[in-house]
């Protein structure tokens, strides 16, 4: 079974189901109507005969049978085991001799006459009417029907139950087939789609989708499978085309300060001190900005589900912690926070706030900036110039930078790595300009101001 396609398996099933349950059906009707014309016959077997009729079978019976001026057949047994038949004698059996003295119910039978007739056979002990000195008290009285017409019609009605369970079958078959051509259309729609997608990587191959069934669900589940593959593998591409974009100019920068040493040494002309000097910080820069941008990619390469596990943790002194290293840093913040206790990852969450941190620092004159978290919220406000209403919608974009940004360090990621972090914790950022003059960002992270009891 294992072996065959699922729609012969299902066109296979249904057959079978199918005649199984024509031959069941069939079986019980002819055991119906057996059993229907076996008991009318037992019942006109046990119609009561007139007490003339029982005197004149035994004054007129014989050993070997006479004429029968009544229906059917009939054999008298006597108590010394002699008999007397009209028409022809019924064999008579070891429990006919057993109804003797028995004033119970008759006992019905299937037997045969002497000359190998099938007969139904009714048992019956009777006393004589009128009795005669010298007779026997008592007979049993063997009366028989034939039964080779109703066995004739028996396997007449088992023949014609055959030939419609075997036209039932191979409808069912038919059906069947009809059946799973139908149902397993929009699977083998599936199954192209899928092969197609194996040889070809064209993620943006879809799936039409009718109705609202099982076979419907899992087209539209597919179709959101593919969709979100192809806009991973987009994000991908553009991830790594960015990337190459970003390193181009610090590797460049590099590369021209090493060729200048390079040069100093080969051709034995010496670099000023202090041109050397500047020359091997800015190359010390160039590689603090390579080192920065690589963590920042490789923090952002993790796809969901690739973040450490979370925990509880309290939130405000990871905000805490992010406040320290930003005034390591040289910002001028102030804080106000709240007691907040959220589900989520330590390192990432201050991470994020860090980043947030220094971008404000980086645009509020003095580096001055105000933090504050309650109930949950946490806001980061700075004093600078703000965003321009058509920057808002693409500042947490990867590798975006304000055109009036571009000459500031920076490599465009902080706030990537901002979204990114707050979604792993089940929280929401936006970034928006504060009234008053600057910019102001929010984090909202689901917690509670207690620490649970777990």
Known sequence: MRRRSLRSRLTLLVTVAVAVAIAASAGLCWFIVNRELYAQLDHALAEPESPSNKRWLVDNCEEAGTSDPFSGIATVLFEDGTTC??????????????????????????????????????????????????EPSGIVILEGRYTYQMQSTLRNLALILAVVAAIGVLGAASAGLLVSRTALRPVGRLTKAVEHIAQTEDLNTTIPVEGTDEIARLSRSFNAMTAALAGSRDRQQQLVADAGHELR????????????????????????????????????AQFEELSTLVGDLLQLSRGEGDHEPHVELAF????????????????????????????????????????????????????????????????????????PAEELPHVFERFWRSPSARSLPGSGLGLAIVAQAVKEAGGQVRLDNAAGGGAVAWIRLPGSPVLSQS
Do not use: C, Q
């Open 85 to 134: 038949s009209l028409g022809p004698p019924i064999k008579v059996e070891p429990r006919d001799r057993r109804v003797f003295g028995s004033h119970g119910k008759p006992d019905f039978r299937f037997g045969t006459t002497t000359d190998g007739k099938p007969v139904r056979v009714m048992a019956s002990f009777e006393r004589p009417p009128d009795r005669a000195p010298g």
């Open 249 to 284: 100019t610090p590797l460049t920068s590099l590369r021209t300060n090493i060729d200048l040493l390079l040069r100093s040494e080969h051709t034995g002309r010496a670099i000023e001190p202090k041109a050397k000097e500047r020359l091997l910080v800015n190359v010390k």
């Open 316 to 387: 405000h002194d990871v905000v805490s912690a992010a406040v320290a290293r930003a005034r390591l840093r040289g910002a001028d913040v102030t804080t106000d926070l709240a007691p907040w206790y959220v589900e989520g990852n330590p390192s990432s969450l201050e991470r994020a706030v860090v980043n947030l941190l220094d971008n404000a620092a980086k645009f509020s004159p003095g580096g001055k900036v105000e933090v504050a978290l309650h109930e949950g919220e946490l806001t980061v406000r700075d004093h600078g110039p703000g965003i």
